[in-house]
């Protein structure tokens, strides 16, 4: 007996994985957050399944149901945007459904930070620049651990991505203020990333806040921040050792020069 666990991707309905598309299909009860998940994708399931939104429920409710529908024998998916491993609330469910007796296949997809990526045509990890992306939220009403604060976090000066974070975007300028980062640091918001209304829009630490306002960006957005977001970035030459000739690695000798 179990559930499976999807990811829906970002939002363009070919950006689900053939595996979580094939049990969405075989699904005979689908449940999802009818808030962000592409009503499209859910079109996409039997025209006989049963179709539950989620927004509406709450988490008992959602578990119930779902142990209802197992137990009877139905193959009972539930769609989560992205990836459901960030900021996807399963743990939750996978607690309560363990004491129905009931385990999960979580099937993974794209995240929005990686649809983000891809709509501003960027490399999050720029040889030479940064090697590394945190993946985090600003704090608002969800408080975040002491030893995750924003600040602290952006003393590596790495890439960072910002979930759940489009209303907080003052918190977000001073907390990288005061690590050190400057004004100029390009910052790319992507607001709804591979939907037909996704809108990109470029930045700086300096102009983020009033950028967003203009913009009319308050929800569905994803902050990425660094100079790896660099529009310029190209005239820098930044190089990959993957692909310098000098460079010998398992699968290639590098030449001297
Ligand atoms: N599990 C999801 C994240 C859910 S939290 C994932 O992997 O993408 C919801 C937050 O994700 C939003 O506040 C926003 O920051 C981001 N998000 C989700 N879909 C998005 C999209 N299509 N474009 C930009 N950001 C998105």
């Not at 049990?23 to 962000?36: C, F, G, I, K, N």
């Not at 179709?51 to 429920?57: E, H, I, P, Q, S």
């Not at 990333?193 to 009319?216: C, F, Y």
Request: proline content about 4%; hydrophobic content about 45%; glycine content about 6%.
């Amino acid at each position: 007996m179990k559930l499976y666990i999807i990811g829906a991707g970002p939002g363009d309905p070919d950006l689900i994985t053939v595996k979580g598309l094939m049990h969405l299909q075989e699904a005979d009860v689908v449940l999802y957050a009818d808030s962000l998940v592409n009503e499209e994708l859910i079109a996409k399931a039997k025209p006989s399944a049963e179709v539950l939104k989620t927004a509406g429920m709450h988490l008992e409710e959602m578990v119930n149901v779902m142990a209802d529908r197992i137990r009877q024998g139905k193959k009972v998916v539930r769609v989560h945007t992205g990836d459901p491993a960030v900021y996807g609330a399963i743990m939750e469910q996978m607690v309560l459904l363990k004491q129905h007796e009931i385990g999960v296949e979580i099937v993974p997809g794209v995240s929005s930070v990686f649809a983000a990526a891809a709509a501003a045509q960027a490399e999050l990890t720029i040889p030479d620049l940064t090697q590394t992306v945190i993946l985090t939220r600003a704090e608002g009403r969800t408080p975040v651990p002491e030893f995750e604060k924003l600040r602290d976090l952006a003393n590596h000066h790495c890439t960072i991505a910002l979930f759940l974070s489009a209303t907080l975007t003052k918190k977000v300028i001073k907390e990288l203020i005061d690590a050190g980062w400057s004004k100029e640091t390009p910052v790319a918001v992507v607001y709804k990333a591979s939907w037909p209304d996704q809108k990109i829009v470029r930045s700086t630490l300096e102009h983020l806040d009033e950028d967003m306002r203009t913009n009319g960006i308050r929800k569905q957005a994803m902050i990425l921040a660094g100079w790896a977001l660099d529009q310029n970035i190209h005239d820098k030459n930044y190089r990959s050792k993957l692909y310098d000739k000098t460079f010998t690695h398992g699968f290639r000798r590098g030449m001297k020069e």
